[in-house]
Nanobody, 123 residues
């Protein structure tokens, strides 16, 4: 059973930066692909970025992010980061970390989810 614990959310002004962390534990095979999603009330969970945690390659972020966010992982393959720059009020959401056996852009490709961390961007 993979467990995911997110941290790093908070309140930031527009144009600022935040870095979210997701600490993972459990079978490596079940967290070879990890991703970040976000959700606002009344809307579906939206894909943000994904990465292959074994190789550290295959990092991919949604076009809507416009290159402002990057996903990375530590050398121990335990923690995945989402570095968010040039934040906009529309980035306000609960951000979720997810783990599965492969990378992907669809929520149903992931098996395990964290509890979520709130990111609020003020204008």
């Amino acid at each position: 059973q993979v467990q995911l614990v997110e941290s790093g959310g908070g309140l930031v002004q527009a144009g600022g930066s935040l870095r979210l962390s997701c600490a993972a534990s459990g079978p490596t095979i079940s967290r070879l692909g990890m991703g970040w999603f976000r959700q606002v009330p009344g809307k579906d969970r939206e894909f943000v970025c994904t990465i292959n945690t074994w190789s550290g390659r295959g990092a991919y972020c949604a076009d809507s992010i416009e290159g402002r966010f990057t996903i990375s992982r530590d050398n121990a393959r335990v923690t995945v980061y989402l570095t968010m720059n040039s934040l906009k009020p529309e980035d306000t959401a609960v951000y979720y970390c997810a783990a599965g056996r492969t990378t992907g852009t669809r929520a149903n490709q992931y098996i395990s989810w964290g509890q979520g961390t709130q990111v609020t961007v003020s204008s």
